[in-house]
């Protein structure tokens, strides 16, 4: 069993050529409204991947709460410790995306704010229960570090997706099983510049210096810089052609932490994640574009 403790949001999808210049005003091409939200993302991810998930967030009161919670179910992820909060509007991303496939994001979070450490405390059990917590940091961070707690009590592998990166990530959101930032975010975790793998694999190395067991740095097209405290290696990606990298990183995340619950093996797990991000990268959307099991298995085969 999968937890993932994080956003739920509704994305409004627009589709330009270029993306507009701050004042400039620009065409769009069309409006979609998507599901998505890291966590919601993330656990749609594990799901389509085979495994039982359960997720902890929270909705608005606005209609769009309903639509969201309604998503999950149907992706057959448990709802139960998914809050519905009154007087307040759902988490919303206004996603721009340009036809390279470079997209910009506004993400307002409305409910996803309102998560709080006792949600995560009456959750407790389902947390202990469970083979791997996902996080991700659009929630609030003392609800994140609490939920990394009961695990890390309960000896359950905790796995961080460190974006968007706080101007502080407290100490204890460090110490994790595994990080797996972007090469931005662990640029800006450790006041790096990352413009090579040999960068990449330094960075690493400081992330687990400041407390991650295991460090997964996504190259995008280049694939993975894995360093498991011992060794580090890149594992590549396959190739794909890029159509929109919205939720790469999730269907990524996702995947990782379904193969790595299974098979403990982390250079196995990344290989399966990298095709699960490459297949994301290739299609439009944030959760339409997350793959099943069977495409993963097929892809990574062919
Ligand atoms: P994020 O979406 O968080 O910025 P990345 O863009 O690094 O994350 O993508 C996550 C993973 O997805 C990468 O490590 C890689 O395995 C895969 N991926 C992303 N974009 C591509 C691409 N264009 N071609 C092949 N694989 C990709």
């Known amino acids: 069993t999968i937890t993932v403790l994080g956003s739920i949001n509704l994305d409004l999808l627009v589709r330009c050529q270029a993306l507009p210049a701050p004042g400039q005003t620009v065409a769009g091409e069309s409006l979609t409204e998507v599901s998505g939200g890291k966590g919601a993302n993330q656990a749609v991810a594990a799901a389509r991947c085979g495994a039982a998930v359960r997720m902890i967030g929270c909705v608005g009161d606005d209609g769009f709460g309903d639509q969201l919670r309604q998503n999950l179910s149907s992706e057959g992820i448990d709802c139960g410790a998914v809050t519905t909060v009154p007087h307040c509007e759902s988490g919303v991303a ?40 996902m996080l991700q940091l659009e929630s609030p961070l003392p609800t994140v570090a609490a939920a990394a707690r009961l695990a890390r009590q309960a000896g359950v592998k905790v796995i961080l997706d460190p974006a968007p990166v706080p101007r502080q990530l407290p100490v204890e959101l460090h110490q994790v099983d595994l990080l797996c930032p972007n090469e931005t975010e662990a640029s800006a975790l450790t006041g790096l510049k990352l413009s090579s793998i040999e960068d990449a694999e330094r960075i690493a190395r400081k992330l687990h210096e400041q407390g991650a067991a295991n460090v997964c740095i996504t190259l995008g097209p280049r694939g993975t810089l894995l360093f498991d405290g011992q060794q580090a290696q890149l594992l590549p990606s396959i190739r794909v052609d890029a159509l929109d990298t919205t939720a790469a990183g999730d269907a990524f995340a996702g995947a990782l932490a379904v193969r790595w619950a299974e098979s403990g093996c982390l250079e196995d797990s990344v290989r399966f994640a990298n095709v699960a991000g490459a297949l994301a990268a290739s299609r439009l959307g944030a959760q339409p574009s997350l793959a099943r099991r069977e495409e993963i298995d097929a892809a990574l085969v062919g």
């Open 94 to 133: 206004i996603v721009q995306l340009e036809a390279s496939g470079e997209n910009a994001i506004i993400v307002v979070p409305g409910a996803n704010g309102r998560l709080t450490p006792d949600h995560a405390e009456q959750a407790a059990e389902l947390i202990r229960g469970s083979d791997a917590l």
